[in-house]
Every structure is written in structure tokens, then in C-alpha cells.
């Protein structure tokens, strides 16, 4: 009886959330770029609008960029020809629009006389939502902060990764914790500027700082003095998230930003590999001193991203045992070696030699040997 008590709440719960995800409607007369790149986190931060007679291109701030005459509805093959963008389009249906710019070769190249299709630029039909002002947006927002759960950029079986946004008028402060056996044992923090701006009923904000390091648009749906749930891109991915009003947490953080977060790139893709200039050996005697012991054997291994100023960040968690079955060691040891690893500085360039795979930071890990519960050995 209880088992099927659980089974009938566990039911309520996931149809509730399936209902969360679709009680949006589209609006096909707006659409908002996701990435760039089939397969790549390169965010598209622009908007195209569509009415009967044009197309409007609005750039991360919704400022008018170009646009062109149509006499029907967009649809596949046809090419947008604007003052200052090329666009034909790839396909076109009620969930996305795929377009490349023909007039971009560097960005969109054209390999022997023919479009590759990977190199596309999608854009998704927006939300419909009761108008948000954005004054009124502010009221809610400044000075306040809200968390939600996250995901690790890197691979991670262990950490637990919340995400608070403070906002002022016209700037993010973005906090990262990452916990281990419910205790915060990382934290990294970011600033940057924040846009938001009305169209017709719709809010949008953006974190766009120039085409150095584009960022995704984010649509607004729904803000109180309690939550703020917003739509997003991450690569691929269509994410609605909502946040909820919290404090912010009496931590020390470190301060992280990608330099590039459109790709990050491997540590053994660039000319250099972008391993630690001092050595395993090194690494191994100066995070093994002063390490608490624990118990058993296997392997402790720290994902993380280095960036174009030689910081390590973003980080991730995963552990075996010598049969490469997940496992857990004490808090102490894995609290010590993530620090130390967070805290390391001297590394190679990351920035790629690659121009169209371009990247400036590069994902990185150390796998540590550990015997007896003590650290032997290091690799990559």
C-alpha cells in the first residue's frame, strides 16, 4: 500500500513538471537564437522578428540591426537578403528555424561550393506570457537574490552545484557552491553586465558584453518578489528554470569567468597540451602534504576548466574504486584535494591556434591514485 501511495505522488509529480514545461504557447513572430554550430555551446544572441511584409534582426539588447521585405511566409531555400546579413534558410517548421549566413565565410564556410549544415544557426519560436514591465521586473529583482540547482559545466557524480543570481539595475553577480556530503567545499563568482529590455509583452535579459564572449538570451516568464523563472540556452539544451528568492550564502569564492563560452576546448587539442608546467611530480608532493588520511583504494578525479588567465574553475567530481565502480571518500581528503586543485595557477596558454573551432579555455582533469587511503600516484 505504501509502495503504491509513493508510486501515485512520484506520478503527480513528473505530470506536474511535464505541465510546467508546456503551459507556454509559441509565439512564431518572435524567435530567439540558441547556439550556433549543431553540437557546439556557441550561443546565437539575436532575435529575428517576423510580420507579414519583413524581417526584423534584433541584436542581445532587441535593437534593430537590419531586416529585409518578404511577400510570404519564410520557409526552406529561402534566402533574407538584408542590408548587412545574408541569411538562407535551412528548414523552418513550428519549433525551429535553421538559417545560414551566407555572407560569413569565416563563421559559416561554404567547403567547395556547398553549405555545411553544421555550421547552421538556430533560432526557437519565443513564449507567450502576460506582459512583464521591465520596471516593474527591477522591483522584484534589484538587490535580491535567487538560487536554483544546477548542473556542472564538467562531467560530476558527486558534487552538488547550486546557483545564486544577484542583480543590481544594470549587473549579475552569478555565485557558484559546489557540496560534497552536504558541505559547501568550492565556491567561484562572476559579475557582468546585465541588459533587460520589453518587446511587445515580452521581458528578456542578456549578459552580452560584445561579440569577444557572446552570451545566450534569456526570455523572462514569470517574476515575483518570491521566484524568477526564465527560459535559456545551453548548447542544445531548452532550459526553463525558476529560482527562488534566497539569501546569499557567507561564503569565500574565488573569481571565475570563461573567457570564451562558446567552446571550451580539450587540454591535448592546441599545439601545447595544457597539462601543469611543474610536473605530476610536483603536483603529487604539494597536494599529498598535509592531506587527511582516509580508508581504501581507487581513484579521485577532478574535472575543471582552465582559463585564458590561467585559472582553474567550473569544476566536477567523479570517483571509482580500483574496479572502477563508483565510490565515495571522506569529506577531508576530498575537500583538501579540490581546493588544491582550484587553487593552482600555473598554467600553459589555452587560447586555441583554431579559427574556426575557436577557444580560449580548455577542459582539463587530474585523476589521483589513491592506495591505502593516501595519494601515490597522478595523472594525466
Known amino acids: 500500500m505504501k509502495l503504491r501511495y509513493l508510486c501515485f505522488w512520484c506520478v503527480v509529480y513528473v505530470l506536474s513538471s511535464c505541465h510546467t514545461q508546456e503551459e507556454y504557447l509559441k509565439d512564431t513572430t518572435l524567435w530567439v537564437g540558441g547556439n550556433r554550430i549543431m553540437d557546439r555551446t556557441l550561443p546565437f544572441p539575436y532575435l529575428l522578428e517576423v510580420s507579414e511584409d519583413k524581417c526584423m534582426l534584433r541584436d542581445h539588447a532587441g535593437e534593430l540591426i537590419d531586416q529585409c521585405k518578404i511577400t510570404k511566409n519564410i520557409s526552406k531555400g529561402d534566402t533574407l537578403t538584408m542590408k548587412n546579413h545574408q541569411f538562407e534558410v535551412l528548414f523552418n517548421d513550428q519549433s525551429r528555424i535553421n538559417i545560414f549566413q551566407l555572407n560569413d565565410t569565416l563563421n559559416y564556410p561554404i567547403i567547395k561550393g556547398r553549405i555545411d549544415k553544421k555550421y547552421r544557426a538556430k533560432l526557437i519560436p519565443t513564449f507567450k506570457t502576460k506582459r512583464i514591465e521591465k520596471h516593474e521586473a527591477l522591483q522584484f529583482l534589484t538587490s535580491n537574490s535567487f538560487v536554483a540547482r544546477d548542473s556542472a559545466e564538467n562531467p560530476n557524480d558527486h558534487l552538488v552545484v547550486k546557483r545564486y543570481l544577484t542583480f543590481t539595475k544594470d549587473s549579475l553577480m552569478t555565485l557558484r557552491t559546489y557540496a560534497y556530503q552536504d558541505k559547501v567545499i568550492y565556491s567561484e563568482h562572476q559579475a557582468q553586465p ?187
Not at 227 to 245: N, Q
Not at 247 to 260: H, I, Q, V
Request: glycine share 6%; with cysteine.
Open 194 to 380: 546585465l541588459t533587460l529590455y520589453n518587446l511587445g509583452d515580452k521581458l528578456f535579459m542578456s549578459c552580452n558584453s560584445g561579440s569577444q564572449n557572446p552570451q545566450p538570451i534569456m526570455q523572462v516568464l514569470k517574476v515575483t518578489k518570491n521566484a524568477l523563472t526564465i527560459r535559456y540556452f545551453d548548447g542544445d539544451e531548452d532550459i526553463i528554470r525558476t529560482f527562488e528568492k534566497s539569501s546569499k550564502p557567507e561564503t569565500k569564492s574565488a573569481s571565475y569567468t570563461n573567457c570564451y563560452d562558446g567552446h571550451v576546448g580539450e587540454y591535448y587539442h592546441n599545439t601545447t597540451d595544457v597539462t601543469y608546467r611543474k610536473g605530476n611530480e610536483y603536483l603529487i608532493n604539494k597536494i599529498s602534504k598535509g592531506a587527511p588520511m582516509d580508508e581504501g583504494d581507487g581513484y579521485i578525479i577532478v574535472q575543471f576548466n582552465v582559463n585564458c588567465q590561467s585559472k582553474a574553475g567550473r569544476p566536477g567530481l567523479i570517483m571509482m574504486d580500483k574496479s572502477y565502480q563508483k565510490r565515495q571518500f571522506s569529506l577531508p581528503l576530498v575537500s583538501h584535494i579540490l581546493k588544491e586543485v582550484m587553487a593552482l595557477t600555473d598554467w600553459p596558454d589555452t587560447v586555441s591556434d583554431y579559427k574556426i573551432f575557436y577557444y580560449e579555455d580548455a577542459h582539463c582533469f587530474l585523476m589521483f591514485k589513491i592506495e591505502n587511503g593516501k595519494i601515490v600516484d597522478l595523472c594525466p
